[in-house]
């Protein structure tokens, strides 16, 4: 029986609502790979110790929305100033085709190790490189990089039946794969990677890249009745623009989320990406059949999509979780700067809907539209909630031992903190990431990945860029 206590914390924040976000003691005992006990515990005989004076701890982070190979292909000056549909030609969709085997697998380490360093122990990665002849296995790639650092890893199993263009003309890495390609090798994924335990370190899910041009709609509802018989969730972007919402209701004659939900798309086993655009009807729409939402807000800023209304999701009924996005359009692909700009987003959204007395409003408002303990929950027990990862995500006892431990102590930005335990997120900057422990097993300790040499890692980084390069004008 492994088992070792944490104490002397200066704060714990669990992942928990309301009374429940703070622990009540500093300590916590992890044992077998689950939470023990949090309270004000003495250490048993013979038992291993970690020194948390001056550190504070949460629940491990789940990501839960990425796009790991674009970790290569970050601020392309041909993409750092456009919309998302200009930027999709521009940058990610003109790189697809220049990975091979090594770069991709390159990419998913280089994001993997960012988000580990971040305090993230959960990571669902929409991965949509997929196509007829491809020459390496992509899905086994990321499995295989999130094991040999012990994070837990979701493979969403992206992917498109259908293209605006003449097949024909367009280059071999855009071309689409039949729904009989991407069912099957969807069941090899189910049936070799996926585990439907509630601690699972590897799942697999259904994701066309986008419903409503992915494929066509007895497609989707195929593919939704294959990924239930299974027992796999459903996931995909959605909403994301207002040139989104403008070519849906062109092409469906109903807002995107009316079509999903006509398509048999929503229910608590479905969460979308962004969500940024929506009606009134489309958010009690989401909330009533508890379709859970993939809070990106980082990469909807940077490419001027605008913010969610994740508080108006949450007070609807809906999941709500934070992910980072691809890095190709989030420079900052690790869950303290997501989290950090989650928690001033939300505000914002709140202050800028406010209006003023002299004009009919009701005055100042928008700082209690999420607390940091909210956004703790988010990213942490709303990320499980949505992959269905019931036992992990929060600091309870019986759940997973998927651990952040954060140092306060070598950064002025947390110097002069009346509340240490808000100031992870509400300090923003790089993590001080004393540990990382994911269902036990320490992943960070003191800030290194075991394994990881980080200046051969970046090396190797922009020799792969430089190769990426020249393929993809060659492409
Ligand atoms: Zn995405």
Not at 342 to 367: F, N, P, T, V, Y
Request: aromatic fraction near 6%.
């Amino acid at each position: 029986m492994t088992s070792f206590l944490i104490r002397n914390a200066a704060a714990i924040l669990t992942g928990l609502p309301g009374d429940a976000a703070r622990a009540a003691g500093p300590d916590l005992r992890v044992r077998d790979g689950k939470i023990a006990a949090l309270g004000r515990l003495a250490p048993e005989p013979g038992e291993a110790t970690v020194d948390a004076t001056d550190c504070v701890i949460y629940p491990a982070w789940v990501n839960t929305h990425h796009h790991l190979f674009q970790s290569l292909v970050k601020g392309d000056p041909a993409g750092i100033n456009l919309t998302l549909t200009p930027w999709l030609g521009a940058t990610p969709y003109k790189y697809r085709g220049a990975f091979d085997a090594d770069s991709f697998r390159l990419a998913v380490r280089i994001g993997l190790v960012e988000l580990a360093l971040s305090g993230c122990g959960t990571v669902a990665d929409h991965n949509y490189l997929y196509y007829p002849g491809m020459a390496f296995d992509s899905s086994e790639i990321v499995f295989d990089e999130a094991e040999k650092l012990g994070l837990r890893m979701v493979l969403c199993r992206g992917g498109q039946t259908r293209t605006r263009q003449l097949e024909a003309d367009l280059p071999q890495a855009l071309r689409p794969e039949s729904l009989d390609a991407f069912l099957s090798d969807l069941d090899r994924l189910a049936t070799r990677f996926h585990d439907p335990a509630p601690d699972a370190m590897r799942r697999v899910v259904a994701a066309p890249t986008t419903p409503p041009y992915s494929m066509s709609p007895s497609e989707l509802r195929e593919v939704a009745q294959f990924a239930r018989s299974r027992g796999l969730r459903l996931h995909s972007h959605l909403s994301e623009t207002v040139g989104y919402q403008d070519s849906v209701h062109s092409m469906h004659k109903r807002t995107p989320v009316h079509f999903c939900a006509e398509h048999d798309w929503t229910g608590p086993d479905v969460w979308f990406a962004h969500l940024v655009h929506l009606d009134a009807d489309e958010i009690a729409l989401l909330g009533q059949t508890r379709t859970g939402i993939a809070h990106c807000p980082q990469s909807n800023g940077r490419l001027g999509s605008g913010i969610a209304p994740v508080r108006a999701l949450e007070d609807a009924g809906s999941p709500v979780s934070i992910a980072v996005d691809g890095a190709a359009s989030n420079e900052a692909a690790d869950m303290i700067s997501e989290v950090h700009a989650a928690w001033l987003m939300a505000r914002a959204k709140a202050g800028d809907a406010s209006r003023a007395r002299c004009h009919g409003g009701r005055g100042e408002a928008g700082a209690d539209a999420a607390t940091v303990e909210d956004v703790v929950r988010w990213g942490t027990a709303g990320g499980a909630r949505v992959l269905g990862l019931d036992a992990v995500g929060a600091l309870a006892p019986g759940r997973a031992a998927d651990i952040a431990l954060y140092s306060l102590t070598e950064d002025p930005r947390y110097f002069g903190m009346l509340d240490a335990g808000i100031a992870p997120v509400a300090c923003g900057g790089a993590a001080r990431l004393a540990g990382l422990w994911v269902a036990g097993r320490q992943v960070v300790r003191d800030g290194r990945v075991a394994g990881v040499d980080l200046r051969a890692l970046g090396r190797s980084a922009r020799e792969a860029v430089a190769a990426l390069e020249r393929r993809a004008v060659a492409a």
